[in-house]
Protein backbone atom coordinates (compact mmCIF):
# COMPACT_ATOMS: atom_id res chain seq x y z
CA UNK A 1 0.00 0.00 0.00
CA UNK A 2 1.66 3.23 -1.13
CA UNK A 3 0.99 5.93 1.82
CA UNK A 4 2.44 8.97 2.70
CA UNK A 5 3.29 10.20 6.20
CA UNK A 6 4.91 12.11 8.99
CA UNK A 7 7.83 10.57 10.47
CA UNK A 8 10.37 11.06 13.07
CA UNK A 9 13.98 9.43 12.99
CA UNK A 10 14.90 7.33 15.82
CA UNK A 11 17.76 5.15 15.09
CA UNK A 12 19.76 3.98 11.84
CA UNK A 13 22.52 1.41 11.54
CA UNK A 14 24.83 0.51 8.79
CA UNK A 15 23.91 -2.18 6.59
CA UNK A 16 26.25 -3.41 3.96
CA UNK A 17 28.19 -1.03 1.87
CA UNK A 18 25.23 1.43 0.89
CA UNK A 19 22.36 0.01 2.97
CA UNK A 20 21.09 1.44 6.32
CA UNK A 21 18.59 0.15 8.98
CA UNK A 22 16.84 3.09 9.99
CA UNK A 23 13.97 2.69 13.20
CA UNK A 24 11.51 5.82 13.20
CA UNK A 25 8.13 6.72 14.73
CA UNK A 26 5.55 7.26 12.36
CA UNK A 27 2.41 9.21 12.46
CA UNK A 28 0.44 6.44 9.97
CA UNK A 29 2.32 3.58 11.27
CA UNK A 30 3.60 3.81 14.59
CA UNK A 31 6.78 2.27 15.15
CA UNK A 32 8.33 1.22 11.76
CA UNK A 33 11.69 -0.15 10.20
CA UNK A 34 13.36 0.48 7.10
CA UNK A 35 16.07 -0.80 5.52
CA UNK A 36 16.86 2.12 2.58
CA UNK A 37 19.32 2.44 0.12
CA UNK A 38 21.62 5.02 -0.12
CA UNK A 39 23.36 6.02 -3.58
CA UNK A 40 26.60 7.34 -3.24
CA UNK A 41 26.24 10.23 -5.76
CA UNK A 42 24.50 13.27 -4.64
CA UNK A 43 21.88 13.13 -7.15
CA UNK A 44 19.83 10.68 -5.47
CA UNK A 45 16.37 11.34 -3.42
CA UNK A 46 17.57 9.44 0.25
CA UNK A 47 20.43 11.35 1.68
CA UNK A 48 22.19 10.29 4.73
CA UNK A 49 21.82 13.05 6.69
CA UNK A 50 18.22 13.12 6.71
CA UNK A 51 18.45 10.07 8.89
CA UNK A 52 20.16 11.73 11.62
CA UNK A 53 17.90 11.06 15.39
CA UNK A 54 15.18 13.18 15.56
CA UNK A 55 15.21 14.49 12.00
CA UNK A 56 11.58 15.64 10.76
CA UNK A 57 10.63 13.78 7.61
CA UNK A 58 7.74 13.44 5.01
CA UNK A 59 7.74 9.95 3.44
CA UNK A 60 6.47 8.01 1.21
CA UNK A 61 6.69 3.76 1.37
CA UNK A 62 5.22 1.06 0.09
CA UNK A 63 3.88 -0.39 3.29
CA UNK A 64 3.38 -3.80 3.69
CA UNK A 65 2.16 -5.02 7.16
CA UNK A 66 3.80 -8.08 7.45
CA UNK A 67 7.19 -7.02 6.51
CA UNK A 68 9.86 -6.61 8.81
CA UNK A 69 11.60 -4.14 6.95
CA UNK A 70 9.64 -1.49 5.01
CA UNK A 71 10.94 -0.21 2.08
CA UNK A 72 11.40 3.60 1.71
CA UNK A 73 10.14 5.60 -1.77
CA UNK A 74 10.98 8.77 -1.00
CA UNK A 75 12.07 11.34 1.93
CA UNK A 76 11.91 15.21 2.80
CA UNK A 77 12.64 17.49 5.23
CA UNK A 78 9.19 18.19 6.82
CA UNK A 79 11.29 20.93 9.58
CA UNK A 80 14.98 21.76 8.77
CA UNK A 81 16.23 22.09 12.04
CA UNK A 82 18.17 25.57 12.79
CA UNK A 83 19.81 25.31 16.11
CA UNK A 84 19.92 21.59 17.62
CA UNK A 85 22.89 20.17 15.19
CA UNK A 86 25.21 23.39 16.31
CA UNK A 87 24.19 23.34 20.10
CA UNK A 88 25.99 20.87 21.78
CA UNK A 89 23.66 20.95 25.01
CA UNK A 90 21.03 20.48 22.38
CA UNK A 91 22.43 18.33 20.53
CA UNK A 92 22.89 15.76 23.87
CA UNK A 93 19.39 16.45 24.65
CA UNK A 94 18.46 15.29 21.45
CA UNK A 95 20.47 11.92 21.27
CA UNK A 96 19.20 11.13 24.71
CA UNK A 97 15.59 11.31 23.91
CA UNK A 98 16.07 9.71 20.54
CA UNK A 99 17.51 6.30 22.83
CA UNK A 100 14.81 6.85 25.49
CA UNK A 101 12.29 6.71 22.45
CA UNK A 102 14.08 3.92 20.80
CA UNK A 103 12.94 2.09 23.54
CA UNK A 104 9.58 4.00 24.95
CA UNK A 105 8.18 3.20 21.75
CA UNK A 106 9.01 -0.22 21.24
CA UNK A 107 5.98 -1.73 20.16
CA UNK A 108 3.95 1.34 19.97
CA UNK A 109 1.50 1.35 17.32
CA UNK A 110 -0.65 4.55 15.50
CA UNK A 111 -1.03 7.18 18.22
CA UNK A 112 -1.60 10.51 16.54
CA UNK A 113 -1.62 12.07 19.94
CA UNK A 114 1.75 10.63 20.86
CA UNK A 115 3.05 11.72 18.00
CA UNK A 116 2.02 15.34 17.42
CA UNK A 117 3.54 15.79 21.33
CA UNK A 118 7.01 14.43 20.07
CA UNK A 119 7.05 16.48 16.71
CA UNK A 120 5.81 19.55 18.49
CA UNK A 121 8.39 18.81 21.63
CA UNK A 122 11.65 18.25 19.47
CA UNK A 123 10.09 21.79 17.39
CA UNK A 124 10.21 23.67 20.47
CA UNK A 125 13.54 22.62 21.58
CA UNK A 126 14.73 23.49 17.95
CA UNK A 127 13.30 26.97 18.28
CA UNK A 128 13.91 27.93 22.34
CA UNK A 129 17.02 30.20 22.81
CA UNK A 130 17.06 29.96 26.68
CA UNK A 131 16.02 28.18 29.53
CA UNK A 132 15.59 24.42 28.18
CA UNK A 133 18.01 22.90 30.79
CA UNK A 134 14.66 20.81 32.15
CA UNK A 135 13.28 20.27 28.90
CA UNK A 136 14.16 16.38 28.98
CA UNK A 137 12.59 15.72 32.62
CA UNK A 138 9.37 17.63 31.02
CA UNK A 139 9.78 15.30 27.80
CA UNK A 140 9.71 12.09 29.70
CA UNK A 141 7.29 13.13 32.53
CA UNK A 142 4.40 14.49 29.96
CA UNK A 143 5.24 11.70 27.55
CA UNK A 144 4.21 9.34 30.24
CA UNK A 145 0.83 10.52 29.73
CA UNK A 146 0.31 9.36 26.04
CA UNK A 147 2.06 5.46 27.26
CA UNK A 148 -0.93 4.83 29.90
CA UNK A 149 1.33 5.77 33.01
CA UNK A 150 0.97 9.42 33.98
CA UNK A 151 0.95 10.05 37.47
CA UNK A 152 -2.07 9.95 39.94
CA UNK A 153 -1.93 13.69 41.30
CA UNK A 154 -5.20 13.25 42.97
CA UNK A 155 -4.40 14.82 46.63
CA UNK A 156 -0.76 15.22 45.86
CA UNK A 157 -0.46 18.30 48.18
CA UNK A 158 -1.75 15.69 50.86
CA UNK A 159 0.59 13.13 50.53
CA UNK A 160 4.39 13.01 51.61
CA UNK A 161 5.44 9.55 49.77
CA UNK A 162 5.59 8.70 45.78
CA UNK A 163 5.14 5.06 44.97
CA UNK A 164 6.80 4.07 41.55
CA UNK A 165 5.19 1.17 41.09
CA UNK A 166 1.42 2.74 41.30
CA UNK A 167 2.62 6.41 39.59
CA UNK A 168 0.98 8.23 42.98
CA UNK A 169 1.28 9.83 45.66
CA UNK A 170 0.77 8.15 49.33
CA UNK A 171 0.73 9.53 53.19
CA UNK A 172 1.95 6.03 53.82
CA UNK A 173 5.53 4.35 52.99
CA UNK A 174 3.98 1.63 50.38
CA UNK A 175 5.79 -2.00 51.63
CA UNK A 176 8.39 -1.96 48.58
CA UNK A 177 11.52 0.14 48.00
CA UNK A 178 10.49 1.94 44.55
CA UNK A 179 9.09 5.43 46.44
CA UNK A 180 10.47 8.80 47.01
CA UNK A 181 10.49 10.24 50.28
CA UNK A 182 8.98 14.02 50.74
CA UNK A 183 12.13 15.98 49.14
CA UNK A 184 12.46 14.02 45.77
CA UNK A 185 8.37 13.25 45.67
CA UNK A 186 8.09 17.29 46.07
CA UNK A 187 10.08 17.72 42.75
CA UNK A 188 8.30 15.41 40.96
CA UNK A 189 5.09 17.23 42.06
CA UNK A 190 6.33 20.48 40.81
CA UNK A 191 7.69 19.41 37.23
CA UNK A 192 4.40 17.84 36.49
CA UNK A 193 2.82 20.85 36.70
CA UNK A 194 5.22 22.81 34.38
CA UNK A 195 5.18 23.18 30.69
CA UNK A 196 8.03 23.79 28.35
CA UNK A 197 7.44 27.77 28.52
CA UNK A 198 7.84 27.43 32.64
CA UNK A 199 10.37 25.14 32.78
CA UNK A 200 13.20 27.35 33.62
CA UNK A 201 11.19 28.69 36.78
CA UNK A 202 12.24 25.43 38.36
CA UNK A 203 15.71 26.52 39.95
CA UNK A 204 17.69 23.19 40.21
CA UNK A 205 21.36 22.67 40.44
CA UNK A 206 23.26 20.11 38.04
CA UNK A 207 23.12 17.50 40.83
CA UNK A 208 19.75 17.47 41.47
CA UNK A 209 18.56 17.05 38.00
CA UNK A 210 20.58 14.31 37.28
CA UNK A 211 19.34 12.60 40.02
CA UNK A 212 15.53 13.38 39.01
CA UNK A 213 16.66 12.05 35.52
CA UNK A 214 17.82 8.98 37.47
CA UNK A 215 14.14 8.80 39.05
CA UNK A 216 11.91 9.51 36.05
CA UNK A 217 14.20 6.94 34.26
CA UNK A 218 13.41 4.67 37.49
CA UNK A 219 9.69 5.04 36.41
CA UNK A 220 10.35 3.73 33.19
CA UNK A 221 12.04 1.17 34.02
CA UNK A 222 9.42 -0.24 36.68
CA UNK A 223 6.19 0.42 33.77
CA UNK A 224 8.14 -0.47 30.35
CA UNK A 225 9.25 -4.46 29.76
CA UNK A 226 13.12 -4.44 29.01
CA UNK A 227 13.66 -0.22 28.94
CA UNK A 228 17.42 -0.55 29.71
CA UNK A 229 20.33 1.53 30.81
CA UNK A 230 20.66 4.60 28.39
CA UNK A 231 23.89 4.82 27.27
CA UNK A 232 23.58 8.56 26.27
CA UNK A 233 23.08 9.54 29.69
CA UNK A 234 26.65 9.92 31.09
CA UNK A 235 26.84 12.52 28.41
CA UNK A 236 23.55 14.62 29.70
CA UNK A 237 24.96 14.33 33.00
CA UNK A 238 28.20 15.78 32.28
CA UNK A 239 26.63 19.17 30.42
Not at 82 to 89: D, G, H, Y
Not at 104 to 121: C, D, G, Q, Y
Not at 162 to 189: N, W, Y
Not at 217 to 233: A, C, D, I
Request: no cysteine; glycine share 2%; charged share 20%.
Amino acid sequence: MLSNTKAIVLHSLKYGEQSIIVDMLTESFGRTSFIIRIPKTSRGKLKKQFFQPLTLLDIELDYRPRMQLQHLRDARLSTAFVSIPFSPAKLSIAMFLSEFLIHATKNEAENSHLFEFVEKSIIYLDSVESGYANFHLIFMLRFSMFVGFYPNLDDADKDIFFDLREGSFTSMIPPHPDFLVQEEAKSIKLLMRLSYSTMHLFSITRAQRNRITEVILWYYRLHVPSFPELKSLPVLQSL
